[in-house]
T-cell receptor, first 112, second 111 residues
Framework: NAGVTQTPKFQVLKTGQSMTLQCAQD?????MYWYRQDPGMGLRLIYY???????DKGEVPNGYNVSRLNKREFSLRLESAAPSQTSVYFC???????????FGPGTRLTVT | TQLLEQSPQFLSIQEGENLTVYCNSS?????LQWYRQEPGEGPVLLVT?????EVKKLKRLTFQFGDARKDSSLHITAAQPGDTGLYLC???????????FGSGTQLTVLP
């Protein structure tokens, strides 16, 4: 039981490049989330998926797209990376009946 | 967008001292969680409080939920270097299945 896994752990991109961050959970949770964490700003919600086949925007969705591939996997795509997207990205999940979220280890992304 | 204010932002204390971290909102929480995050890792849940006035204890950590469910506090007794980390509060509002996070308190406990 690995919980929530994320790949890659580190990534450096040049401005304008694209990439996809992968997230998977093995807890059979319905809801999955993508956050970004910047110094002094806590975690801000980018997108979430309440269930397989649905996605919704969070607080800071601009510049990102997501895909809920199946119940286990939720990916985050940066189509044209910008320096403002330099951050640590966390994926999280939780099941029904609870607000307790389980987080992955994070992806540290630097855009130069 | 619901706002959640956390204070202080930074706290550096000596081993053995006590401390309190605060989390406040102008809106009513459905529930509130406290997380602890260590460098290079994701946040890990410490506790969830749901009922106004609720107090929960986790060893030397005491969590309190305000009577009106608009505020919460985390008190650590006799802090140890192992308590060092980023403490985050996160609130759920209404029926939304989303959490709003505070900006965090970076705690450093010096030996």
């Amino acid at each position: 039981n690995a919980g929530v896994t994320q790949t890659p752990k580190f990534q450096v991109l040049k401005t304008g490049q694209s990439m996809t961050l992968q997230c998977a959970q093995d807890m059979n949770h319905n809801s999955m989330y993508w956050y970004r964490q910047d110094p002094g700003m806590g975690l801000r919600l980018i997108y979430y998926s309440a269930s397989e086949g649905t996605t919704d925007k969070g607080e800071v969705p601009n510049g990102y797209n997501v895909s809920r591939l199946n119940k286990r996997e939720f990916s985050l795509r940066l189509e044209s990376a910008a320096p403002s997207q330099t951050s640590v990205y966390f994926c999280a999940s939780f099941g029904s009946g609870s607000y307790e979220q389980y987080f992955g280890p994070g992806t540290r992304l630097t855009v130069t | 967008t619901q706002l959640l204010e956390q204070s202080p932002q930074f706290l550096s204390i000596q081993e053995g001292e006590n401390l309190t971290v605060y989390c406040n909102s102008s809106s009513v929480f459905s529930s509130l969680q406290w997380y602890r995050q260590e460098p290079g890792e994701g946040p890990v849940l410490l506790v969830t409080v749901v009922t106004g006035g609720e107090v929960k204890k986790l060893k030397r950590l005491t969590f309190q939920f305000g009577d009106a469910r608009k505020d919460s506090s985390l008190h650590i007794t006799a802090a140890q270097p192992g308590d060092t980390g980023l403490y985050l509060c996160a609130g759920a509002f209404g029926s939304a299945r989303q959490l709003t996070f505070g900006s965090g308190t970076q705690l450093t406990v010096l030996p």
